[in-house]
Nanobody, 114 residues
Framework: QVQLVESGGGLVQPGGSLRISCAAS????????MSWCRQDPGKGLEGVST????????FYTDSVKGRFTISRDNAKNTLYLQMNSLKPADTAVYYC???????WGQGTQVTVSS
């Protein structure tokens, strides 16, 4: 069965960096595009970034372009999101998903605050 387990969230000061990870199992990871989304309680679900199965075609929403980098290690069945120059507006629960599917992880909390 498909499992997606996020990790690496936490509290970071504005301007800081954080890398979150998503360990995937139960499907052939290397053949699927993967996505990161986020949700803040006061806002709706927002798509953050998507990467193709080969890892060479990333897509970013405008608010994170130039600050976030999505990557994947198909040998390790793991998806990453490197987040730099973090802002309070980036505070949210971050979820990984198999792109375009109903398969989501449980989420990891990222809080940007001084």
């Amino acid at each position: 069965q498909v499992q997606l387990v996020e990790s690496g969230g936490g509290l970071v000061q504005p301007g800081g960096s954080l890398r979150i990870s998503c360990a995937a199992s139960g499907f052939t990871f290397s053949t699927y595009a993967m996505s990161w989304c986020r949700q803040d309680p006061g806002k709706g679900l927002e798509g953050v970034s998507t990467i193709n199965n080969g890892g060479d075609m990333p897509f970013y929403t405008d608010s994170v372009k130039g600050r976030f980098t999505i990557s994947r290690d198909n040998a390790k069945n793991t998806l990453y999101l490197q987040m730099n120059s973090l802002k309070p507006a980036d505070t949210a629960v971050y979820y990984c998903s198999v792109a375009g599917s109903d398969y989501w992880g449980q989420g990891t909390q990222v809080t940007v605050s001084s």
